[in-house]
């Protein structure tokens, strides 16, 4: 078994996720870690030898090992490492919601100190791609940022959504570093330097990833799934009740390969093959854990493992001896084997006592309604299953039906459906009421985004006064453009927006790519082109019109950007396009945002003034204290008291000023959102290159304020004409 | 002084039921004993170990399940002779497996306890006691409550047969003869009843009794009344006790207690110079410990303790170490021992596999002819349903005997599902459908691999009444679920107990009309929790109960015709009234209900609430405090100079969170029950008074309870 060969309990609280370990002067290994109240903590055990005492870094009253930073903001990211390569040492960073800090310990300087309108939620330290001098990379609001020592902007992208996670991994295997994003949206994308090369679909936001050696890494949800890719493939995944706070790469048992090491938030750590999955380690804490990371913190050269709990109790492993033969658990593995094997038999054998009894019973007697409670059906009971699209009634909304039915006189007791995504947890039940029971059961179905859900269906099948049903399991995939009904062309209707390009593929190609992605009725048959498909979204009645011509041009129109990039992305890997270049046209959609953009500029005069005004304000209070004490020492109680009434009014202002400067700030960022997203909606109306051209070209319009040209190349897909 | 044991498992037979798994006495020169089980299948095997190998000395054709099985012998004998009791039936073994006795007892229902003494035999169906002296009838009980267990006080060291009844009313019944000599009431329902060291202690007149709600203890069953030695309290919440041995495994010459639990912990007590209990070890297994002994079985010279589980493994926990100190090569033994033990599964596996693959395409071929029919397999789910006192909850723990792939949950009453620790299923929460269905509850438990004991908690409302069903769905082909029901009842916080205090302010309901003793009591039973399904002999009845969550009680007298409910909370009456009411008309009987309310009691109740009351809310307070106090501290350096209130937070931070985390929602719990208190009062009067509802929620907010009082009585 192995054993922690330190523990340390440190008198502070840890948040979660927030602990980085840095040798920060350049030799002794210390645990930074973001605490209660806006302070970031420093352990440094080698404390005697060495003084960080200065003016910034306050000693602990509680602990004499511990030096505080007050950063006096909610910490909101925290790691350390090189950024200056000349300097020798590491450094701190500290991302709070509006800014990020990059703090030399050693010297006790800051690095740079830079806004991050953005906000950060999430931060990395490395090389990324052919950039030379290392980054950190900050995540934000659908926005990354990558800042050199100076404090220079020298890498700046968009993505869809607000980023929970970043990691840097050589994805591709060229030897540079790929960027990895995982965001609100559920998506990883993979940035190579600013160009994304790949995407994967997730099932919730992705709240952790880290890189495990190769094209190989890790990724934990916020619905507690954890599990690792390699590459765009997933190798495995496991779903727990608790959350997975940090994940992190290590060799815990010495055979070369690093392990997925998981810290839960019901303070269990367990170390997980990265091939399999299965559990080679676990310890648990008392609360959950706030961080996992890796340091040579006895400094003896050897590499621990450091798990710390919310409660400030520090662990480190060191990875087990050649002795320990990769068995780190207390239990034997053949005891395990055996074990295993034994149960495998049993239910082998009761598999096999199954089918003697169901013989038993074919031949006793012949099926009625009496034998139903022991859960007798006919052997030829079939369950049948179709997805369709009711337009809905007063009484309920649209909606994609799900019927399913038997296929005799037995009814279906209950119906389970496990999918991901579509409904408020992992499963949806459908129970009906006992005077409700039937042979056929339909079940609305309306899933938020559009994405290809696999349904998994466990469906109940006996008599009205079973206790044992049969369970028939079955797996049904929804279209990803379920959420449209075929209607019929109306001119009149068709929206105003439409994007324009052209493929090089046959119509029946086009048609095939139609029937997988939507749920059309059987009998329509679609054969040469021109053509035109019309739908109706049933979440918002919207129109949607894909017409072909016969050069192979299409053009999709409607109103929902969204969709629109959902549609070309959904064809672009049906044909396997690489490059797509596409005119679009969404006037309505780019109105809003020229308003946006507006009000962007308002926002940020109004932060100005604000700014300026509480700095006007603060002065008069540094002078009416100094009026209202020495108005004091003077006994002039009468004006000391006025001044002090003034004090209070100014002060109240103060106050409501800081009110105002929120709701500002709260307005601004959204609205900067709204714009980041527009620059990835814009993206992902195309393509491989031309794609990356309209995200750069966007963000240079935005940058000279030049929105005409931001408009043009949204429609064109290209700055110059 | 540490204990470690090291875990083997042996070998698995089928499901089992408690007390079905014993050692035989070690014979001739060896020292290492057999291990002889009965399970569900009607197998009854006897097996000894050698080199860690099972090998069979004799095994039984499967038949009825095996409710019990002990040993007996003549007196002051060693007790190698089997019984074992299934269905009506008492059969007895010898240790080389011929069966000497096959006593078919007439009783009507199936054996649920079985206890050997000499020549006389101790048997219980669910109510009914008998006594058997060389299978000649002797004595009979019908007992007022199910019965778990029985045990007859060693009959060497006393002078009479003393039969003691552990019954689910939470109490121990000492009979003489066919009479009851007293009732001891006890913590709990009382599952296992064992003599203390195995001998009755040196009085020969100490019992050690187990309780469904995990307590243990030890009363002195003496010939005028008992005497409570110890009580160990379950403070960890663990499972309800299942069985309980006396060896020494500690090798101290002292007896340890060694008690198995349904939630498959498994633990050692010793005793220490004042005959307390101490605990010396345990180690949780992942389904219920059905049986367990004490002995030497997997190697001579090691004691050990053998266990046998509900999915019908038998494991020891033994003393031997298992990494030898001796040479290198006897590690490789040993290692061979286990590799041969392998290979051996695993070629056994392949011939199953092949076998089954085959059943499969039998089975699959079969679908397609249409006279066919298919039989759902059975399998046998271990469900337990219980309220727990401390937290005012349900729980309801489910096992099967392989994995179980996933649990749906219904519940056509509004209940609240608890998350439990203890499980690692994923739950899902579907949106419930209240219209067309009834469904106030749909939820889904899906199950990690090997899980085979599931545990919910259940937090209901008194006065909603309905049905909670349980969909399991085991991970075994062909795929099957079956269904489980438990009734939620309207009184669902009640409890029964055996005394209450006479001088409290009574609310009365009562009921006339023409009804029968079954009939009324037929009505109890679906309105109050712990009441027997049977009608207790006689005309007249009374039980009484007790509100866990407000300790307001009720007392329930019936007979032919006539019941009459006391308590001295008006909720309670409102809510029997109105279930009785609507009870009657459903099967159209003419009931005259009558009741007479006591406004004190209202006030009454409403001061039983306020100490709890005042308590939830200043722990709320105190909570919400910490993280600033803790602040405050971290800025300051030191707590020195908050009021010595703060301080006291501070320094008990940690309890006050616990105590918190451990009662979610009392306070609106509470908050609730005081809500139905004023709704009620003033129903009873004929006025509505709903719109004034949120004024009191007002009040309650800054609670203060003259003020509450003065609501209550103004309004």
Redesign the interface.
């Known amino acids: 078994m192995l054993l922690p060969v330190f523990t340390l309990k440190l008198r502070?609280?840890i948040s979660p996720r927030m602990v980085a370990v840095g040798r920060y002067d350049g030799t002794h290994t210390c645990l930074a870690a973001a605490?209660?109240?806006g302070?970031v903590f420093i352990h440094n055990p080698y404390a005697r030898r060495q003084h960080l005492n200065t003016p910034r870094l306050l000693q602990?009253?509680?602990d004499a090992d511990v030096s505080l930073l007050n950063i006096n903001q909610p910490v909101s990211c925290l790691t350390a490492g090189v950024l200056n390569p000349e300097l020798g040492h590491d450094c701190l960073l500290v991302g709070t919601q509006t800014n990020l800090l990059a703090y030399d310990v050693y010297n006790n300087s800051d690095l740079f100190y830079r806004e991050v309108i953005d906000g950060a939620n999430a931060i990395v330290l490395g090389t990324l791609g052919d950039i030379p001098s290392p980054l950190a990379i900050v995540g934000g609001n659908c926005a990354l940022q990558g800042f050199d020592y100076e404090g220079n902007d020298l890498f700046w992208t968009v993505t869809g959504d607000n980023v929970h996670s970043l990691a840097l991994c050589d994805f591709d295997g060229d030897g540079k570093k790929e960027l990895l994003v995982g965001s609100e949206d559920f998506d990883i994308r993979v940035f190579k330097e600013d160009e994304i090369v790949a995407e994967m679909a997730e099932t919730e936001t992705i709240t952790s990833l880290c890189p495990m050696y190769g094209s190989r890494f890790g990724y934990a949800l916020s619905n507690?799934t954890v599990g690792v890719y390699d590459k765009t493939a997933r190798y495995w995944r496991?779903?727990?009740?608790n959350h997975a706070v940090s994940i992190h790469a290590f060799d815990l048992n010495s055979d070369g390969v690093r392990e997925l090491i998981t810290g839960w938030s019901?303070g269990k750590v367990d170390a997980r093959s990265d091939r399999t999955g299965e559990v080679i380690f676990k310890d648990n804490f008392s609360s959950a854990i706030a961080g996992v990371v890796e340091g040579d913190y006895r400094m003896d050269g050897h590499v621990q493992l450091i798990c710390c709990s919310v409660d400030g109790e520090v662990r480190g492993y060191l990875p087990g001896g050649a002795e320990m033969k990769g068995n780190l658990m207390d239990?034997?593995v053949?005891?395990d084997?055996?074990?295993e094997?034994?149960?495998?038999?049993?239910?082998?054998?009761?598999?096999?006592?199954?089918?003697e009894?169901?013989s038993k019973?074919?031949s006793s007697s012949?099926?009625n309604e009496s034998?139903g409670q022991?859960?007798?059906?006919?052997?030829?009971?079939k369950l049948q299953t179709a997805l369709s699209v009711n337009l809905g009634s007063d009484s309920q909304a649209a909606h994609v039906e799900l019927r399913i039915s038997t296929s005799n006189d037995t009814i279906i007791?209950?119906v389970?459906i496990?999918a991901e995504g579509i409904?408020?947890?992992?499963?949806?039940?459908v129970?009906?009421?006992i005077q409700?029971l039937s042979s056929c059961i339909r079940i609305p179905i309306t899933p938020p985004k559009d994405v290809p859900v696999d349904l998994h269906m466990?469906t109940?099948v006996?008599y009205r006064n079973?206790?044992?049903?049969?369970?028939?399991?079955l797996t049904r995939q929804l279209p990803r453009f379920a959420m449209y009904a075929l209607s019929n062309p109306d001119p009149t209707k068709e929206p105003l927006s439409f994007v324009n390009f052209t493929v090089n593929e046959r119509v029946q190609r086009v048609v095939m790519w139609l029937n997988q992605n939507f749920l059309l009725p059987e009998d329509s048959e679609i054969q040469n082109a021109p053509f035109q498909v019309c739908f109706t979204s049933l979440r918002n009645a919207g129109h949607l019109c894909i017409k072909i011509k016969p050069s192979g041009e299409i053009t999709v129109s409607t109103d929902d950007i969204d969709l629109a990039g959902d549609i070309i992305q959904s064809m672009a890997s049906f044909f396997a396009i690489e490059d797509l270049q596409v005119e679009a046209d969404f006037p309505v959609y780019f109105e809003e945002l020229r308003k946006i953009l507006v009000k962007v500029d308002e926002y940020h005069s109004v932060h100005q003034k604000l700014s300026a005004d509480m700095a006007d304000h603060s002065n008069l209070i540094r002078s009416l204290l100094v009026r209202a004490e020495d108005a004091r020492l003077m006994r002039d109680m009468k004006t000391m008291k006025k001044r002090y009434v003034e004090l209070y009014d100014l002060n109240k202002d103060l106050l409501n000023g800081y009110k105002i400067r929120c709701n500002n700030h709260t307005e601004l960022l959204s609205n900067l959102k709204a714009v980041n997203q527009a620059i990835q909606r814009a993206g992902r109306l195309r393509v491989g290159k031309p794609k990356n051209q309209v995200v750069n070209a966007c963000r240079d319009a935005i940058r000279s304020n030049n929105l005409n040209m931001l408009f043009r190349i949204m429609r064109v897909g290209t700055a110059s004409s | 002084m540490e204990l470690t044991l090291n875990?083997?498992?042996y070998l698995?037979v089928g499901v089992t039921s408690q007390k079905t798994m014993k050692l035989l006495p070690a014979s001739g020169r060896r020292a290492t004993q057999k291990v002889v089980v009965g399970d569900q299948d009607g197998v009854l095997a006897c097996f000894g170990i050698k080199k860690g190998e099972a090998v069979p000395v004799f095994k039984t054709l499967p038949g009825l399940k095996i409710a019990r099985l002990e040993l007996g012998g003549a007196l002051n004998a060693p007790q190698e002779k089997i019984f074992v009791a299934t269905g009506s039936e008492i059969r007895g073994f010898t240790k080389r497996g011929k069966q000497f006795l096959s006593f078919e007892t007439n009783l009507t229902e199936s054996i649920k306890a079985m206890y050997v003494s000499g020549s006389d035999l101790f048997l219980c169906a669910s109510y009914i006691y008998n006594h058997y002296c060389d299978c000649k009838d002797q004595h009979y009980y019908l007992s007022g409550d199910k019965i778990n267990d029985v045990i007859c006080l060693p009959v060497e060291k006393l002078p009479c047969i003393i039969p003691i009844l552990a019954c689910q009313d939470r109490v121990l019944r000492v009979l003489q003869g066919s009479d009851m000599m007293y009732e001891v009431e006890v913590p709990g329902p009382p599952t296992v009843l064992a003599l203390h060291n195995g001998n009755g202690g040196e009085s020969g007149e100490d019992l050690l009794f187990g309780t469904s709600d995990g307590k243990l203890g030890i009363i002195q069953i003496t010939t005028s009344n008992p005497v409570h030695k110890w009580e160990l309290r379950n403070e960890k919440k663990r499972g309800g006790v299942l069985c309980v041995d006396y060896f020494d495994i500690v090798g101290d010459g002292v007896k340890d207690l060694l008690v198995g639990r349904d939630d498959g912990v498994v633990e050692v007590y010793g005793f220490d110079a004042a005959n307390e209990p101490v605990l010396r070890f345990d180690q949780a297994l992942s389904e219920s410990v059905t049986s367990i002994q004490g002995g030497c079985v997997g190697k001579d010279g090691y004691d050990e303790i053998v266990l046998t589980t509900y999915?019908?493994w038998i494991t020891g926990l033994t003393t031997e170490p298992?990494h030898k100190e001796s040479g290198p090569g006897e590690e490789l033994k040993i290692?061979q021992e286990?590799?041969n033990?392998?290979a051996s599964?695993?070629s056994?596996?392949e011939h199953?596999?092949l076998?089954?693959i085959q059943?499969?395409e039998?089975?699959q071929q079969?679908?397609?002819?249409?006279?066919?029919?298919?039989?759902?397999?059975?399998?046998s789910v271990n469900d337990k349903f219980t309220f727990d006192k401390d937290d005012a909850s349900y729980s309801l723990i489910l096992e099967v005997?392989?994995?179980i792939d996933?649990v749906?949950v219904?519940s056509?009453v509004p209940v609240d599902l608890l998350?439990v620790?203890k499980?690692?299923?994923?739950?899902?929460?579907?949106?419930s459908d209240l219209e067309?269905?009834?469904?106030f509850l749909?939820?889904?438990y899906?199950c990690?691999a090997?899980t085979t004991r599931l545990e919910l908690k259940i937090r209901s409302i008194e006065g909603q009444y309905g049905t909670l069903q349980a969909?399991v769905?085991p991970?075994?082909?062909?795929?099957?679920?079956?269904?489980r029901q438990y009734q939620i009842k309207p009184l669902s916080l009640h409890q029964r107990t055996h005394f209450i205090d006479h001088d409290r302010p009574m609310n009365t309901l009562t009921l006339t009309g023409q009804f029968s003793f079954a009939e009324v009591h037929s009505w109890v039973v679906f309105c109050l929790p712990e009441v027997p399904e049977k009608a207790p002999a006689g005309e007249c009845v009374t039980f009484y109960f007790q509100n866990t969550f407000l300790d307001t009680q009720l007392e329930s007298t019936y007979r032919k015709g006539e019941g009459i409910f006391k308590s001295d909370n008006i909720s309670t009456i409102s809510i029997l009234k109105d279930v009785l009411s609507k009870e009657a008309t459903k099967r159209k009987i003419n009931l005259n209900i009558a009741y007479e309310i006591n406004e004190v009691s209202v006030n009454h109740t409403l001061k039983l609430i306020h100490p709890k009351l005042e308590y939830q809310l200043l722990l709320a307070k105190k909570v919400q405090l910490i993280?600033a106090l803790?602040?405050l501290?971290?800025?300051?350096?030191?707590a020195d100079f908050l009021i010595p209130e703060y301080r006291c937070i501070l320094e008990e931070a940690d309890r006050l969170q616990e105590e918190y985390k451990r009662q979610p929602a009392h306070l609106e719990r509470l908050y609730g029950m005081i809500t139905d208190l004023f709704i009620d009062k003033f129903k009873f009067k004929g006025t509505n008074v709903k719109t004034r509802v949120p004024l009191l929620l007002e009040i309650l907010d800054s609670y203060d309870h003259n003020a509450l009082v003065a609501f209550f009585d103004a309004a």
Do not use: W
Request: hydrophobic share 30%; net charge positive.
């Open positions: 502070h609280k605490t209660q109240a302070k602990s009253p509680l507690g496991i779903k727990s009740k019901n239990t034997s053949e005891q084997l055996i074990r094997l034994s149960q495998k038999k049993q239910n082998l054998l009761l598999e096999l006592r199954n089918y009894e169901n019973a074919e012949p099926v034998d022991r859960g007798i059906i006919p052997a030829n009971t007791r209950a389970l496990f409904f408020t947890g992992e499963s949806h039940v129970h009906p009421s409700n466990k109940f006996g079973s206790t044992q049903f049969h369970v028939f399991e | 875990r083997s498992d698995q999915s019908g298992v290692n286990m590799q033990k392998i599964l695993r056994d596996l199953l596999q076998k089954v059943e499969r039998r089975y079969s679908s397609q002819s249409s006279p066919a029919i298919s039989a759902a397999p059975s399998f005997q392989t994995a996933n749906m219904q056509d998350d620790d499980n690692s299923a994923v739950v899902s929460f579907s949106n067309a269905n009834e469904n749909l939820a889904t899906r990690q090997n969909y769905t991970r075994i082909q062909p795929k099957t679920c079956q269904v993280d803790k602040e501290q971290l800025h300051e350096g030191n």
